[in-house]
């Protein structure tokens, strides 16, 4: 069996699409669409330097365009902060009274929790909101006054 240039560059597409499901990569993918344009231009009947050429400059440029792009993006918060991932933060909880290190105990969807203060200043019993959740204590901070 003959295998011509588009063919090369279609196998060539899938190695990179199939590489990318397998370690979650998404760059391959960009690589991948310079390899469907190699193909495009085998089909168009370019010559190879011109099929290569046409190759990297979308896959190369895809991958640029795709790294500019995601490092403008916002950071995610960590896990422990995110109200995405954890659905207790920004809930009220009310602090009935401090221990001289930033702890105390609420209760909190009927049980009761370790809460650690992570405000400015002097904590204050009263209300607060739940800013982060780590290892089954609770990061609180004073409610902003309505």
Do not use: C
């Not at 295998?3 to 990318?20: H, I, K």
């Not at 979308?58 to 422990?80: D, I």
């Amino acid at each position: 069996m003959d295998w011509n240039a588009p063919t090369w560059w279609w196998l060539a597409a899938g190695v990179l699409v199939a590489a990318e499901l397998a370690t979650g990569t998404f760059y391959l993918l960009m690589l991948a669409l310079g390899a469907l344009a190699g193909a495009g231009a085998a089909h168009a009947g370019l010559g190879t330097a011109a099929q290569w050429l046409v190759a990297a400059a979308l896959g190369a440029g895809s991958t640029v365009a795709w790294h500019w792009k995601r490092s403008r993006q916002q950071k995610p918060l960590p896990a422990e902060r995110n109200r995405d991932v954890n659905m207790d933060i920004g809930q009220a909880v009310h602090v009935v009274a401090w221990q001289a290190d930033g702890s105390a105990h609420v209760q909190y969807r009927g049980s009761s929790w370790a809460v650690r203060y992570t405000g400015r200043g002097q904590p204050l019993p009263g209300e607060h909101v739940i800013v982060s959740v780590q290892s089954g204590h609770l990061g609180v901070a004073p409610a902003p006054a309505h």
